[in-house]
Nanobody, 124 residues
Framework: VQLVESGGGLVQAGGSLRLSCAAS????????MGWFRQAPGKERDFVASINWNDGNTYYADSVNGQFTISRDNAKNTVYLQMISLKPEDTAVYYCAADYHPASSWYLLRSMTYWGKGTLVTVSS
């Protein structure tokens, strides 16, 4: 199984980015997928998740209303649209896939599959 992230980069505060995560190697119908992030010197934290089958989405309080997670079943790809970015959003963003439902991801630290991460840097 491979999860490959893309779309990270340097953006000014107030700007937007869209991250993509392309999944391959298995069928993810009964999985959830989502995003975590890890800022320098901090733990990896839950950001957002989506159930592959019903499309229900869940967000960390810190990004609710600012980030939007979505999926494209045909492309086996999950997206994270980020707007109104702030310097505190600077982190490595990791894509993940797991058989636990998306609603429980805010409790979890260990995922079945991880991508290698993509760096998002927001300058002030």
């Amino acid at each position: 199984v491979q999860l490959v992230e893309s779309g990270g980069g340097l953006v000014q505060a107030g700007g937007s980015l869209r991250l993509s995560c392309a999944a391959s190697g298995r069928t993810f119908t009964n999985y959830a997928m989502g995003w975590f992030r890890q800022a320098p010197g901090k733990e990896r934290d839950f950001v957002a998740s989506i159930n592959w089958n019903d499309g229900n989405t869940y967000y960390a309080d810190s990004v609710n209303g600012q980030f939007t997670i979505s999926r494209d079943n045909a492309k086996n790809t999950v997206y994270l649209q980020m707007i109104s970015l702030k310097p505190e959003d600077t982190a490595v963003y990791y894509c993940a896939a797991d058989y636990h439902p998306a609603s429980s991801w805010y409790l979890l630290r260990s995922m079945t599959y991880w991508g290698k991460g993509t760096l998002v840097t927001v300058s002030s």
